[in-house]
């Protein structure tokens, strides 16, 4: 199924867009023995609550019958799957959340002291509802209720009605916008919820008032609590701008896509904010610094991999493919970052900000190897798009 190909339904174009303006692919993506390594490692290796949400997410994005959020007619999906759509790997992430998950918990797994994590699966939990075989099962729906139930009464807020990243203090991390938002947008997409979408954009507008960097138009780390980080870490900006986008495709795909106009509007705005700031810093190479401002710091194949999936699935959104030289530049390294294995290579140490990861003593990152499995698949609907669009 083809991906979508539209203008952003009650929203005017942006001034500074040039619509349209297609430009194609510069390069072939992954070989499908590629695609296939980086998949099975990723599964090998995605444990922590975040992790097994972005790889469920990525599987999704990378079936070829369209049913993730990008794929046409996919808010609600179809009740029952069909037989191309590859989703096994995909349903065994989500049937163990759910089989495990204690029934006194109500976030869908064990968060590790993270308020926002657990919400990284709730979409696909909603998903896998939707279309699951036994209608007389509730388990996930359930299990979605009592995450959703969680976020709104239970999870700490700063003063300004911020949902907490954390459990232990109110602190806001920029990984958030991934995270919760849009597992608001999807509960409310599909139950025709008109507050659970507002909800969403406003958790992002709460945090982009608490993190964003005037100078730059990127966004800051973490704000509050007892320690801040201001940096301009890649995969902070990269987490926000991609958890934006699915939230505003999300909006953009429900019956209320005109009367939430503004909020289109603004989360195309700050979007693009973000994937201009970040490769107004790239490097000859291709890639993004760790921290994007910082030439100093090491350059960081995860965060690249996601903010170039982001820009193709932005220059589909919108019409406008100004930044996809970038991506494709982007694309290239990381193709070149890829080792014989399937193991994505120069990535940041997903559980230090600021340390690279050793993969000489064979360490990697779980969500790097889920951010190009979602390269590939945005690079391939961009090049589905260009193919029937008229330049």
Same mark, same amino acid.
């Given at each position: 199924?083809?991906?979508?190909?539209?203008?952003?339904?009650?929203?005017?174009?942006?001034?500074?867009?040039?619509?349209?303006?297609?430009?194609?692919?510069?390069?072939?993506?992954?070989?499908?023995?590629?695609?296939?390594?980086?998949?099975?490692?990723? #599964?090998?290796?995605?444990?922590?609550?975040?992790?097994?949400?972005?790889?469920?997410?990525?599987?999704?994005?990378?079936?070829?019958?369209?049913?993730?959020?990008?794929?046409?007619?996919?808010?609600?999906?179809?009740?029952?799957?069909?037989?191309?759509?590859?989703?096994?790997?995909?349903?065994? #992430?989500?049937? @163990?959340?759910?089989?495990?998950?204690?029934?006194?918990? *109500? =976030?869908?797994?064990?968060?590790?002291?993270?308020?926002?994590?657990? +919400?990284?699966?709730?979409?696909?939990?909603?998903?896998?509802?939707?279309?699951?075989?036994?209608?007389? @099962?509730?388990?996930?729906?359930?299990?979605? *209720?009592?995450?959703?139930?969680?976020?709104?009464?239970?999870?700490?807020?700063?003063?300004?009605?911020?949902?907490?990243?954390?459990?232990?203090?109110?602190?806001?991390?920029?990984?958030?916008?991934?995270?919760?938002?849009?597992?608001?947008?999807?509960?409310?997409?599909?139950?025709?919820?008109?507050?659970?979408?507002? %909800?969403?954009?406003?958790?992002?507008?709460?945090?982009?008032?608490?993190?964003?960097?005037?100078?730059?138009?990127?966004?800051?780390? #973490?704000?509050?609590?007892?320690?801040?980080? @201001?940096?301009?870490?890649?995969?902070?900006?990269?987490?926000?701008? +991609?958890?934006?986008?699915?939230?505003?495709?999300?909006?953009?795909?429900?019956?209320?896509?005109?009367?939430?106009?503004?909020?289109?509007?603004?989360?195309?705005?700050?979007?693009?904010?973000?994937?201009?700031?970040?490769?107004?810093?790239?490097? %000859?190479?291709?890639?993004?610094?760790?921290?994007?401002?910082?030439?100093?710091?090491?350059?960081?194949?995860?965060?690249?991999?996601?903010?170039?999936?982001?820009?193709?699935?932005?220059?589909?959104?919108?019409?406008?493919?100004?930044?996809?030289p970038a991506a494709n530049h982007a694309f290239e390294a990381i193709q070149a970052s890829t080792n014989l294995e399937g193991w994505l290579e120069g990535t940041v140490?997903?559980?230090?900000?600021?340390?690279?990861?050793?993969?000489?003593?064979?360490?990697?990152? =779980?969500?790097?190897? +889920?951010?190009?499995?979602?390269?590939?698949?945005?690079?391939?609907?961009?090049?589905?798009?260009?193919?029937?669009?008229? =330049?």
């Amino acid at each position: 199924m083809a991906p979508l190909v539209r203008q952003l339904t009650g929203l005017v174009a942006l001034s500074t867009a040039k619509f349209p303006t297609w430009r194609p692919a510069l390069q072939d993506g992954f070989t499908n023995t590629t695609i296939d390594l980086l998949r099975t490692n990723l #599964i090998s290796v995605a444990k922590a609550s975040w992790e097994r949400g972005t790889a469920a997410e990525a599987l999704l994005e990378l079936s070829p019958a369209g049913l993730s959020v990008y794929g046409e007619d996919s808010i609600p999906p179809p009740a029952k799957l069909p037989k191309n759509a590859n989703l096994t790997d995909f349903s065994t #992430i989500v049937n @163990d959340v759910v089989a495990a998950k204690p029934p006194d918990s *109500k =976030p869908l797994i064990d968060g590790q002291g993270s308020v926002a994590d657990p +919400a990284s699966l709730g979409s696909s939990v909603l998903f896998a509802n939707w279309t699951r075989t036994d209608k007389h @099962d509730e388990s996930y729906d359930a299990a979605a *209720k009592g995450q959703l139930d969680y976020l709104l009464n239970d999870a700490p807020r700063s003063p300004s009605g911020a949902i907490s990243h954390r459990v232990e203090q109110v602190q806001l991390w920029s990984d958030f916008v991934y995270m919760v938002p849009p597992f608001l947008a999807t509960y409310g997409a599909f139950q025709k919820n008109l507050t659970l979408l507002e %909800e969403s954009f406003n958790q992002i507008s709460l945090y982009r008032d608490a993190l964003h960097d005037e100078a730059t138009g990127l966004w800051r780390h #973490i704000a509050l609590g007892n320690w801040t980080d @201001d940096n301009l870490w890649a995969t902070g900006n990269a987490w926000a701008a +991609a958890g934006a986008l699915r939230v505003l495709q999300t909006i953009n795909s429900t019956t209320e896509a005109k009367t939430l106009s503004r909020q289109q509007h603004n989360l195309t705005e700050w979007i693009g904010d973000i994937i201009t700031g970040a490769w107004s810093f790239q490097t %000859e190479e291709g890639l993004l610094h760790n921290v994007l401002n910082d030439p100093t710091s090491f350059t960081d194949t995860a965060s690249t991999a996601l903010l170039a999936a982001t820009t193709y699935r932005y220059a589909i959104l919108t019409h406008n493919s100004t930044l996809v030289p970038a991506a494709n530049h982007a694309f290239e390294a990381i193709q070149a970052s890829t080792n014989l294995e399937g193991w994505l290579e120069g990535t940041v140490d997903p559980y230090s900000f600021y340390a690279p990861s050793q993969t000489g003593l064979g360490q990697y990152s =779980p969500e790097g190897q +889920a951010f190009a499995l979602m390269l590939q698949s945005a690079w391939r609907d961009y090049v589905d798009v260009i193919k029937v669009v008229k =330049p």
